[in-house]
């Protein structure tokens, strides 16, 4: 008995060490003639590793039963691969073998044994295939006692240090994450002897960098006049080009182990491998260059922008994508292009260009009525750019492509649309492609779930490790069908409803040294609030505006700016606008549109309040509640107010409501979690109870405050009255409980702000505001309406 559980025993120490033994397979020095090596299905099959051990190369799978032969640093914690045999034809995973033949030819077969890729080499004596510890895989011939082949002549998407980078070869990114194909953009030197990223697209080419704004190589330090055409990274991480281009890893120094790879996104990056982690640090990035300077990105009249920091694609008012799995496909147009100028008009987007492709008739000092007419009688004319910049800069263009979108950028772009579509009386028509993106035309290239690669602290590289790491196909083509579900709905309405689309006025990055001026040093406070005070202030160009000091905001500035112009691009009639911001370190400043009148709770609250008629309510329940809707549902739900309330609700002359405060739970989020809200916001009262329970929060809590507010409108009580006198046991809901209960013991009436005219007095109106604020406080956030169905219900009374 003791024996047998011995035995039992001693087979299990035996299997085990077994296993673990075969689970990591033995790595081969080299590859001898005659020998092959076959995809690892099975344990004990060899790679190929080099002498030191840093790179390893033997088949890797790409894709679902597709292989590429490979080469890749052993260590690194995703086992970055840096070259690749057969890159656009992978293999399945039966029976294809790489096998190094007697004659000295190195071959790669199929299932079928059809040659996939070799080396077409050639040696009558006795050779070897080896990686040497430069990751170079080379076959030697031992006799000649030198390489007659070496992968470094023919790189992929990765140049590692001490591999030339000479006048025939070319890196290629990849398509996208997770595909080995190539891609569309390249590393190579030109015909001017100048190294180069090119878009190479299906249709056009372009070079964006270096980009040369009119200026030439030599304002870049470089040169045209050496031929020799070689670059190389060197040991240490500095890299040299005969073009006299120069640049050091950040970690500059021999150690590190390195890699220049020119990602997907169309960005070279240096990476330099952290060992601890196996993570990649990002040692160096080409300077004037980011995301959305990349040609190609959006494809024809595709415009890159930020929101979130990171870059994303947006098709312009009135197009859609044409390849909802593709942003490089573009954008077309959902109407039919006419070439007859007397039917066409120009649609505006500000602080965007589509870079190159302009006509020859490109004019600087040109009016610009006389470049709009230009190009409206060109029927080759697309679209045309203009600078408002003084200069007076018109470019016409054929294409537009390479479109984008800067903050700070002064250019305005045009394109030309059938005069139907923008039913403008004036002709141009002022929209903005921000706006439109709230029309949800628009997908997320990235999100954040960079892998393999570690978090740099500096935001800017943040968001390309972030753009880098993550192209969930699958995520953008569901968001793409979403989005194709609510555009193709959207579009129609918004064509018709053109008082709703964005008019867009110059969103603008304003100095602080501007802004201490139009407040006249912060002298005249009008308001405080959680965020900082407002102080009212007149610009140069005389316009009234409410400039907001914000304090405690974390962010960076450019991670600011991002945020920043996501608001600023959101165009509502209920929603105050905001005309730019300031961003000078720990300066940050919004500047608002100034609104006369005053909050509402001043009309409702104040010692001596100016009458509000039930007309005048009613109207100011439905304009907030069509600005919430806009902020939660035409805006892809991401803006939650957070702080509804009477204070936060600004009236005009009209006594049009304006909801002020808005998107400030993006600026002030919570940097160390990404999800939700970390910590309470918004003001006692109108808060939801699900800000208490911790629980996640979403539009329903502000639905939540909004019915709040209407109690109060209808009441003409304020609800932190209650909170002050009564126990705490359930305080939030004691405005809503004196409501009910008076309404069932002593009828509607008696709840009524007794300060509205009788003669006003409408019980359906009423009612109907009752009603829709009970619906809306109720505890569980899933049994209260939508914003959108709140302006639908308020709505109804008026047929
Ligand atoms: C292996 O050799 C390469 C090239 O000589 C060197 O850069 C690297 O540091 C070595 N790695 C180890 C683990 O010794
Ligand atoms: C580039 O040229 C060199 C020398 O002429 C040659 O050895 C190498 O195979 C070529 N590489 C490619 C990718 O054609
Ligand atoms: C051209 O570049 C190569 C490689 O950087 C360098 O060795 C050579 O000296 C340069 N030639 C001239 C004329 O500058
Ligand atoms: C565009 O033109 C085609 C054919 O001329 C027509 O079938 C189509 O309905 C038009 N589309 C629009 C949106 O007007
Ligand atoms: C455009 O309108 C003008 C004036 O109304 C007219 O003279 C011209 O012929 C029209 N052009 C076309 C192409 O219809
Ligand atoms: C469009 O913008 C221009 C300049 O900002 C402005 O003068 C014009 O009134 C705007 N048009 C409309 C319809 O708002």
Same mark, same amino acid.
């Not at 994508?321 to 942003?327: A, V």
């Given at each position: 008995m003791e024996f047998a559980r011995f035995f039992i025993l001693l087979c299990f120490v035996t299997t085990t060490v077994c296993i673990k033994a075969s689970s990591s397979p033995p790595g081969l020095p080299s590859l001898r003639e005659g020998s092959s090596l076959a995809v690892l299905d099975k344990q004990n099959e060899a790679f190929l590793v080099s002498p030191n051990g840093t790179f390893s190369a033997a088949f890797r799978e790409v894709g679902i039963n597709a292989f590429c032969f490979s080469i890749w640093f052993t260590n690194s914690a995703d086992k970055t691969i840096v070259?690749?045999?057969?890159?656009?034809? #992978?293999? /399945?995973?039966? @029976?294809?073998?790489?096998?190094? *033949?007697?004659?000295?030819?190195?071959?790669?077969?199929?299932?079928?044994?059809?040659?996939?890729?070799?080396?077409?080499?050639?040696?009558?004596?006795?050779? &070897?295939?080896?990686?040497?510890d430069t990751g170079n895989l080379v076959l030697f011939d031992q006799a000649k006692k030198m390489v007659i082949w070496e992968s470094f002549d023919f790189p992929t998407d990765t140049?590692? #240090?001490?591999? #030339?980078?000479?006048?025939?070869t070319t890196l290629v990114s990849m398509r996208s994450k997770g595909t080995s194909l190539n891609g569309i953009y390249n590393l190579k030197f030109d015909?001017?002897?100048?190294?180069? +990223?090119?878009?190479?697209?299906?249709?056009? $080419? $372009?070079?964006y960098w270096p980009r040369q704004p009119g200026g030439d190589v030599f304002d870049l330090g470089r040169t045209p006049y050496n031929s020799s055409r070689v670059a190389i990274l060197d040991e240490f991480g500095r890299f040299l080009s005969s073009d006299l281009m120069e640049f050091r890893a950040s970690d500059y120094g021999f150690g590190p182990k390195r890699r220049l790879t020119l990602d997907y996104d169309g960005i070279l990056r240096l990476y330099s491998l952290d060992e601890s982690t196996g993570l990649w640090d990002i040692s160096w990035l080409p300077g004037r260059i980011d995301s959305c300077l990349v040609d190609g990105l959006c494809g024809e009249y595709g415009i890159c922008s930020y929101k979130n920091v990171k870059p994303a694609c947006i098709c312009p008012f009135g197009?859609?994508?044409?390849?909802?799995?593709?942003?490089? @496909?573009?954008?077309?147009?959902?109407?039919?292009?006419? *070439?007859?100028?007397?039917? /066409?008009?120009?649609?505006?987007?500000?602080?965007?260009? !589509?870079?190159?492709?302009?006509?020859?008739?490109?004019?600087?000092?040109?009016p610009f009525e006389q470049c709009r007419n230009s190009c409206l009688?060109?029927?080759?004319?697309?679209?045309?750019?203009?600078?408002?910049?003084?200069?007076?800069?018109? %470019?016409?263009? /054929?294409?537009?492509?390479?479109?984008?979108?800067?903050?700070?950028?002064?250019?305005?772009?045009?394109?030309?649309?059938? @005069?139907?579509?923008?039913?403008?009386?004036?002709?141009?028509?002022?929209?903005?492609? &921000?706006?439109?993106?709230?029309?949800?035309?628009?997908?997320?290239?990235?999100?954040?779930?960079?892998?393999?690669?570690?978090?740099?602290?500096?935001?800017?590289?943040? !968001?390309?490790?972030?753009?880098?790491? /993550?192209?969930?196909?699958?995520?953008?083509?569901?968001?793409?069908?979403?989005?194709?579900?609510?555009?193709?709905?959207?579009?129609?309405?918004?064509?018709?409803?053109?008082?709703?689309?964005?008019?867009?006025?110059?969103?603008?990055?304003?100095?602080?040294?501007?802004?201490?001026?139009?407040?006249?040093?912060?002298?005249?406070?009008?308001?405080?609030g959680g965020f900082g005070s407002v102080y009212k202030g007149t610009l140069e160009d005389g316009r009234v505006v409410a400039v907001k000091r914000l304090e405690g905001i974390l962010q960076g500035n450019s991670e600011f700016w991002a945020e920043v112009s996501v608001i600023g691009n959101i165009n509502h009639r209920n929603l105050v606008k905001l005309w730019g911001f300031c961003a000078e370190d720990e300066h940050k400043l919004l500047v !608002?549109?100034?609104?006369?009148?005053?909050?509402?709770?001043? %009309?409702?609250?104040?010692?001596?309040?100016?009458?509000?008629?039930?007309?005048?309510?009613?109207? =100011?329940?439905?304009?907030?509640?069509?600005?919430?809707?806009?902020?939660?549902?035409?805006? +892809?739900?991401?803006?939650?107010?957070?702080?509804?309330?009477?204070?936060? =609700?600004?009236?005009?002359?009209?006594?049009?409501?304006?909801?002020?405060?808005?998107?400030?739970?993006?600026?002030?989020?919570?940097?160390?979690?990404?999800?939700? %809200?970390?910590?309470?916001?918004?003001?006692?009262?109108?808060?939801? #109870?699900?800000?208490?329970?911790?629980?996640? =929060?979403?539009?329903?809590?502000?639905?939540? $405050?909004?019915? =709040?507010? +209407?109690?109060?409108?209808?009441?003409?009580?304020?609800?932190?009255?209650?909170?002050?006198?009564?126990?705490?046991?359930?305080?939030?809901? *004691?405005?809503?409980?004196?409501?009910?209960?008076?309404?069932?013991?002593?009828?509607?009436?008696?709840?009524?702000?007794?300060?509205?005219?009788?003669?006003?007095?409408?019980?359906?109106?009423? &009612?109907?505001?009752?009603?829709?604020?009970? $619906?809306?406080?109720?505890?569980?956030?899933?049994s209260r309406p939508a914003m959108s169905k709140v302006v639908e219900l308020l709505l109804e009374t008026d047929e």
């Open positions: 070259w690749m045999a057969n890159r656009n034809t #992978p293999v /399945s995973g039966k @029976k294809s073998r790489m096998t190094l *033949h007697k004659n000295g030819n190195m071959v790669l077969t199929d299932a079928f044994g059809s040659i996939v890729w070799s080396t077409n080499t050639f040696s009558a004596s006795a050779v &070897e295939a080896r990686v040497l140049l590692l #240090p001490l591999q #030339p980078l000479v006048k025939n015909d001017n002897n100048v190294l180069n +990223l090119i878009y190479n697209g299906p249709q056009i $080419s $372009s070079i197009f859609e994508r044409n390849d909802l799995s593709d942003w490089s @496909k573009g954008c077309r147009p959902s109407f039919n292009l006419s *070439h007859d100028s007397n039917m /066409s008009t120009f649609m505006r987007l500000h602080h965007t260009d !589509y870079y190159g492709y302009d006509l020859e008739t490109i004019r600087f000092e040109a009688t060109d029927s080759r004319c697309r679209g045309f750019g203009y600078s408002f910049d003084g200069k007076g800069m018109c %470019f016409p263009k /054929s294409q537009l492509v390479n479109g984008y979108q800067m903050p700070d950028s002064q250019s305005v772009i045009y394109i030309k649309v059938p @005069k139907k579509i923008v039913s403008s009386p004036t002709g141009t028509v002022n929209a903005t492609a &921000e706006g439109l993106s709230c029309s949800g035309a628009e997908v997320f290239l990235a999100n954040n779930d960079a892998k393999g690669e570690k978090r740099d602290k500096n935001g800017y590289v943040k !968001y390309l490790v972030a753009f880098v790491g /993550s192209f969930g196909v699958i995520e953008v083509i569901c968001l793409g069908l979403w989005w194709w579900f609510i555009y193709r709905k959207r579009v129609n309405e918004e064509v018709i409803n053109m008082g709703y689309i964005a008019v867009a006025m110059g969103f603008k990055r304003f100095t602080y040294k501007e802004l201490k001026r139009a407040t006249k040093n912060f002298k005249e406070e009008v308001g405080k !608002y549109d100034y609104v006369e009148n005053s909050s509402l709770d001043k %009309f409702l609250f104040s010692a001596s309040p100016p009458t509000l008629g039930l007309e005048q309510r009613y109207k =100011i329940a439905v304009g907030t509640a069509k600005g919430l809707s806009y902020l939660h549902e035409e805006c +892809l739900e991401w803006v939650l107010h957070c702080d509804v309330k009477p204070q936060n =609700i600004l009236l005009d002359d009209q006594l049009e409501p304006k909801v002020a405060d808005f998107g400030m739970s993006k600026l002030f989020k919570d940097v160390t979690h990404d999800v939700g %809200f970390s910590r309470v916001r918004g003001t006692r009262g109108y808060l939801a #109870p699900e800000w208490m329970m911790n629980m996640k =929060i979403d539009a329903k809590a502000d639905v939540y $405050s909004y019915g =709040i507010v +209407l109690l109060e409108l209808v009441s003409g009580k304020c609800v932190s009255d209650f909170l002050s006198a009564v126990a705490q046991d359930n305080e939030f809901n *004691h405005l809503v409980q004196w409501m009910t209960k008076k309404i069932q013991q002593e009828g509607l009436k008696e709840v009524i702000d007794p300060r509205i005219p009788d003669n006003e007095l409408d019980m359906m109106k009423v &009612e109907r505001l009752v009603n829709v604020a009970l $619906s809306c406080v109720q505890d569980d956030r899933h």
